[in-house]
């Protein structure tokens, strides 16, 4: 039987944690957070993301009493924002989930360890390692890219 898991160590605060993860964990963060489905979301919404004010070469006239903020495209700043939001929630699950089985931390108490990981490593090297994790989690360990069929499962009659 293949048993697929991950498990990674992280330093956060002066403290080591193990983070392990095998696929009950990657089904379960599905189940909670409905990843899959938010990052094709996302995907489709900033896919082609017009932003009008950044088209073309030359500069804006600015009028003597015009807001500075008016150009700031707020509406789509506010968009990233939120949607940012969403998948920071989205990897505190995953660290939730990741932590419980060596830890059995609360979801309040993973999240202020993520914000001070946040700190230490930043949002990008705590999402890559997520992501290597169910990468490792997902993979046959035996290398086998091409499975054989079993004789004894062929019926013979």
Do not use: C
Request: proline share 1%.
């Amino acid at each position: 039987m293949v048993t697929n898991f991950s498990e990674e160590h992280i330093e956060i605060d002066g403290k080591d944690y193990t983070l392990f993860l095998n696929r009950k964990g990657i089904v379960s963060w599905e189940n909670i957070t409905k990843f899959s489905n938010k990052a094709k979301e996302m995907e489709k919404k900033y896919k082609d993301v017009d932003l009008e004010i950044l088209k073309g070469d030359e500069p804006i006239e600015v009028e003597d009493n015009a807001n500075p903020f008016d150009y700031s495209i707020s509406e789509e700043l506010d968009n990233l924002e939120k949607d940012e939001a969403i998948l920071r929630e989205i990897y505190i699950k995953f660290y939730w989930i990741a932590l419980y089985t060596n830890h059995q931390l609360s979801v309040s108490q993973v999240t202020e360890l993520f914000e001070q990981a946040e700190k230490e490593y930043g949002i990008e090297q705590l999402i890559e390692l997520a992501n290597k994790m169910i990468e490792n989690a997902n993979k046959n360990k035996y290398g086998n890219t091409e499975l054989k069929k079993l004789e004894a499962l062929n019926q013979t009659k």
